[in-house]
């Protein structure tokens, strides 16, 4: 039987040692790492079954790690370990898709037990994934007039080689659009292979995307193929691509020009038959006009361009996205099943989501964490605010006790802008008692500092 193979980040060497022992006594095939960033590299560039993740490292801090693995996670489970643990910090590394959380020193039969059932509840999430044929994560939810306008778009461009460029709002759902298009083409046996423009360093993107030779530059002590070359005869799917510096899209506009590149340090020209996907948050005709991105390869990118549409604009939709992310919830987190009171949904219909679907993936995750009742009421929710939010128009469909409570939320906030935050000016302003402004401070999830 093949060993499973387990990733320890942490920069304290006895804590290296301990857990390569235990885990290595019982059959796992471990390998460690003191770093940050050659832990991400191997968790972007190799394949593991197990990550063992200390919070606080030398390099950078363990939360900005599952930040950048981002889909990653979705088959690779990961257990934090701190010596300093908090709430705020576990809840956090849940939200970016941790599994679990030990505290330090570590026990050694806890250590083999968290170990054992992440496994194990991966390895059942995909058993289900595949009873069902499909991967429930890649799944475009809603029966919204754009989410059916969406569907068609995808359903009629998947089945053809051309190239897409994949436009919206972030947390929208750009990358389930690529991996729609990919699994209803032809291509759909060979692999997604997914860049993100944005997460790799401006030195070592061409590597990235083209590969390099051996000894072509420092570190580099072995040859490597890039993501073109991986997605010969596949798809390849370039996320952030209005991030990529000017040297960057001059080399990927002639790859896709010319169809065939050569790796950094290398002379020999290598085909690539990959059908090009690509996806960004920014709006590229200002891009462009401002000369941060060149037209020609917009052209190149962008011979279907498919916006996705930001879910304010498909209100309906939030009742069943809510309940489809609370049932997940339930599931991962091993919570009682819990219930959407109809004040609940009317309060999430009503909120703008500056961070979209997954600003409201995220808060679900949240509530069934932190709440207790078996039914989730408004209060539980603790909304993320836009910078811009105060100006945003309420839904024309929401109760009149919602876009009156929007209302006054609105009104508090731009009393606190006028005075800088100072709660006491706002509530002389307001003709409120301090303490009654703290109270609606609190029940709108509005947070300033106490003075």
């Known amino acids: 039987m093949k060993k499973r193979r387990v990733l320890v980040i942490d920069d304290e060497r ?12 019982e059959g796992y095939a471990v390998t460690s790492v003191e770093t940050g960033a050659e832990g991400l590299r191997r968790i972007l560039e190799e394949s593991f079954d197990l990550v063992f993740l200390d919070v606080w490292l030398k390099d950078r801090d363990g939360l900005s790690i599952l930040e950048s693995a981002g889909d990653r996670l979705v088959r690779l489970p990961v257990i934090m370990i701190s010596g300093h643990a908090n709430v705020e910090t576990a809840v956090k590394a849940v939200r970016l898709g941790a599994d679990d959380f030990l505290e330090k020193p570590l026990s050694l039969e806890r ?43 995808i359903a009629r461009v998947a089945p053809t080689d051309a190239r897409v460029l994949i436009t919206g709002e972030n947390g929208t759902g750009k990358e389930l659009v690529a991996r729609a298009l990919h699994r209803l083409s032809a291509r759909s046996d060979a692999p997604l ?39 010969d005869a596949a798809t390849l799917f370039l996320d952030e691509v209005g991030d990529m510096s000017p040297k960057t899209q001059a080399k990927v506009l002639r790859a896709l020009q010319e169809g065939r590149f050569t790796r950094v340090g290398g002379t020999r020209a290598i085909s690539s038959d990959a059908r090009v996907l690509s996806a960004t948050n920014k709006k590229l005709a200002g891009e462009m006009e401002r000369g ?38 339930t599931a991962r987190f091993h919570r009682k099943p819990k219930a959407l009171s109809t ?65 006054e939320r609105r009104y508090i906030l731009a009393a606190l802008r006028r005075h800088r935050g100072n709660v006491s000016r706002a509530a002389e302003a307001l003709d409120l008692e301090r303490s009654n402004l703290y109270r609606k401070l609190k029940s709108y999830g509005i947070e300033v500092e106490r003075e």
């Open 111 to 153: 250590v083999l037990l968290t170990a054992k059932k992440a496994i194990e509840r991966r390895d059942l999430i995909a058993q289900v994934a595949s009873y069902r044929g499909t991967d429930e994560s890649s799944t475009l939810l809603g029966d919204s007039p754009p989410m059916r306008r969406l569907r068609d778009e």
């Open 292 to 329: 941060a991105f060149r037209e020609d390869l917009y052209f190149r990118l962008a011979v279907v361009p498919i916006e996705v549409p930001p879910l304010r604009e498909r209100a309906e939709d939030i009742p069943l996205l809510a309940r489809h992310f609370l049932a997940e919830a």
């Open 14 to 25: 006895r804590v290296r040692e301990t857990l390569s022992e235990i885990l290595s006594d």
């Open 193 to 231: 292979v997914e860049v993100n423009c944005a997460a790799i360093p401006e030195e070592l993107i061409e590597s990235e995307l083209f590969g390099h030779e051996k000894g072509s530059f420092t570190g580099a002590a072995d040859e490597r193929r890039g993501k073109f070359e991986e997605a």
């Open 343 to 407: 004040t609940a949904v009317d309060a999430l219909q009503a909120h703008r989501w500056p961070g979209n679907v997954r600003e409201l993936k995220n808060l679900v995750e949240r509530v069934v964490i932190l709440s207790a009742g078996e039914e989730i009421a408004p209060e539980d929710f603790h909304f993320r605010r836009a910078a811009d939010d105060g100006d945003a128009p309420i839904a024309s469909e929401a109760p009149l006790r919602v876009a009156r409570e929007e209302f």
